[in-house]
């Protein structure tokens, strides 16, 4: 019955706003089967709206990775080409 705990704590951690994604990663679960578990739990719409949040932060720290990456190999083209 493993499982069992497992979905049980996955409600859990869901029912505290946690993100599928973060769920999965805590459990060492498929994110599939977690989302499988949680989808009939509803998130409040502060959960929601924190959760959003740090989809947006998440994203301007790969946009800003990214960036320092392309100016890393346009710096090092640059002295290549020296």
Request: charged content about 25%.
């Amino acid at each position: 019955m493993a499982s069992r705990r497992l979905k049980e704590r996955a409600w859990q951690l869901r029912e505290q706003g946690m993100s599928i994604s973060d769920i999965a990663h805590t459990l060492s679960a498929s994110k599939s089967t977690v989302s499988y578990w949680c989808r009939d739990i509803s998130l409040s719409k502060i959960q929601q709206q924190l959760l959003a949040a740090k989809q947006h932060q998440a994203g301007m720290l790969g946009r800003l990775r990214a960036a320092e990456q392309k100016r890393a190999a346009r710096l090092n083209d640059i002295s290549r080409a020296r």
